[in-house]
């Protein structure tokens, strides 16, 4: 996999693809509609940040890139590569349970804060992770 050059894109099946944890300096993408929603990306080596409409949807400490990311009110599905290990917070539906699984493993169940937040660290020293987050 690579980085996403142009920082967010539409991908053939509808997903979306977005950050680019190799710039040294903070881009962003604003206003990057997809059937009438307005997507924002902020990325660089220390952050990845994605909102949807004005509320976020994904963050990453450090810096992601995200792949094929899909997401109802079931699942959240996406591949993520970076350096290291990054802390992702997701703002999902609050105070609903969620499995999250890592490469078909279930490495935790956790219950989403007041606001909505669910916070996982991902480790990419084997590379590319995929992920999928389900609500119970």
Do not use: C
């Amino acid at each position: 996999m690579a980085v996403v050059e142009e920082l967010i894109r539409l991908e053939d099946d509808n997903s979306l693809s977005f950050g680019n944890y190799l710039m040294d300096t903070k881009k962003k993408v604003i206003d990057f509609e997809v059937d009438g929603d307005l997507y924002k990306v902020k990325t660089y080596n220390k952050i990845t940040k994605l909102e949807k409409n004005g509320i976020l949807l994904y963050e990453s400490v450090p810096g992601t890139t995200v792949h094929n990311f899909t997401m109802n009110e079931k699942q959240v599905t996406f591949a993520v590569e970076g350096e290291n290990t990054s802390q992702i917070t997701m703002e999902l539906e609050p105070e609903k349970e969620y499995k999250i699984y890592v490469d078909n493993v279930q490495v935790g169940k956790v219950k989403a804060s007041l606001a909505g937040k669910v916070t996982f660290s991902i480790d990419f020293t084997t590379g590319k992770q995929n992920v999928r987050i389900e609500k119970i």
